[in-house]
């Protein structure tokens, strides 16, 4: 019982610590900073115009073949980033190993932090900072855009990437950082794919999810809070305990 949290960020199930990841990525998506510029993202990175990416006629194959590609590109170019980010954590988590408590109480407050700018409860962390100068539209410029998208600050994405970011700084475990960081833009980046193919059929849901996405907010920002508890508190040894015990975990850590 006495098992910290930081132990199980380095050595606990992968499959939990993945899902959490994968579900923060989809929470910053379903955002209102995210989800509403959707189709605005989509046909940057396609090249196709808003009627082009709705149109229900027309070479339809090549059309999907052209949002394929500039989705998975633009994925592409964020995940470069993220990827390479999480595993300088780990690094920078690996020389604080001997001040891992302390670590991990930081960790968990500044994940409490982004908690609250998430539910919108902190002014300054409310401002979007975007690099101006994007590249041609189009799928040549759509993984230097996905970079350009990493390196800016929106308040939707910036809260719950830092959350896994902190995640990868505790696990100190370069693999274990590298999972946790694909998982997110995994969870971010496969709606994009998956709401650029389909997007006539998709565009209502999308619709009735962006008119409650405040609720995406509430939901997202508590969850990061309890993350942030749980680790300053180490409330959350009882309960990975109790998963270890019932599903077990030797096929899932790194």
Known sequence: ???????????????????LAALAGLVSFLSPCILPLAPGYLSYVTGLAG???DAADGDTVRRNGRVLAGTLLFVAGFTL???????????????LFVYQRPVEIGVGLLIVLFGLAFLGLVPGMQ???RVRRLPEAGLI?????????????????????????????????????????VAYCLGLGLPFVVFGLAFRRLLGVFTVIRRNSRWVTRVGGVMLILVGVALVTGAWSSFIIWFQATIGSGEMGI
Not at 14 to 19: G, M, T
Not at 86 to 93: E, P, W
Not at 147 to 172: D, E
């Open 81 to 95: 980033v993220f990827t390479l980010t999480a595993i300088l954590m780990a690094s920078v988590g690996r020389y």
């Open 141 to 181: 410029g759509a993984p230097v855009f996905g970079a350009v998208f990493a390196l800016s600050w929106t308040p939707c994405v910036g809260p719950t990437l830092g959350a896994v970011m902190g995640m990868a700084t505790i696990s100190g475990q370069t693999d274990r950082a590298l999972a946790l960081a």
């Open 51 to 53: 009627s082009d990416l």
């Open 1 to 19: 019982m006495g098992e910290t949290f930081a132990e199980i960020a380095r050595g606990g199930p992968l499959l939990l610590a993945l899902s």
């Open 127 to 129: 401002r979007e900072i």
